[in-house]
């Protein structure tokens, strides 16, 4: 009888699991079509690599001190310049991106953890389970994000890991509401209703049947918050809530190159187009999977 169950319950995955197959290949044609989202991808990838290749590109540590350089222009020796106490601008922006794009990336996948968790369970169950969560999760919206966001950093201290607990703590509530609507509509499927009746428990049902089919705007909303996080980040060590000196953190650089704008504008202005393409990469790559994923968007 166990196996005729767990095979009627196998069954019933057969149509949704081949249907999702077919989504991602036509989601995947779909965005190869758009030259920007490609673009924005491949210029991605491309800025991950060079931060993890940093040792390789550059062999100066990023607080390695040249007293004979102080402020020097962009040269061969320096291709981005130097800062005030001769560091390397180019090895600094290289190892700063591992710090902030390593917050940023955590900080989202904690509250992509969170947030679906909470919003699978809220969805799945409702009644009194789903008000109590959703009244929950209505008060911490009701703070507005930056200010909840710094009452995190205060009370925890100013460093790059308050900063990521205070990202993936704020971003939760936005990502249990989305998760949470998108199973109120998934639970009366089909095949979700033929796996409740052939005896599947409900932690397999959610994290099985609903969660694979609800992924496309769960993975949108993940790419614009990768975003919204890289710029908080770099905010927050701009104005010494983050990433405390020497680090070679992008928003860091940024404050510490300010006083020197006329005289010496490379040290702000590169750890700034760091910031700026890192945004717009993943900004245009969102547009794009918007589009590739949302049946509504397809041609």
Known sequence: MTNARQAGVAGSQVQPAAKRARQRRSAWRTLRRNPIAMAALVGFVLLILAVILAPLITPIPPNAHDYDHLLEPPTWAHPFGTDDLGRDILSRVLWGGRESLRVAVMAIAVAISGGTVVGLVSGYFGG???????????????????????????????????????LGVSAIPGFSRLVRGSVLAAKNYEYVT?????????????????????MPPLIIYATVGLGNAILITAGLSYIGLGAQPPSPEWGAMLNAGRTHLRDAWWISVFPGLAIFLAVLFVNLLSDGLRDALDPKLRQ
């Open 194 to 214: 033929a796996a409740r009746v052939l005896g599947a428990s409900d932690a397999y049902i959610m994290f099985t049947q609903i969660l694979p089919n609800i």
């Open 128 to 166: 009194w389970v789903d008000a109590l969560i959703m009244r929950i999760v209505d008060v911490l919206l009701a703070f507005p994000s930056i200010l909840l966001l710094l009452s995190i950093v205060a009370a925890l201290g100013p460093n790059l890991g308050t900063v990521l607990i205070a």
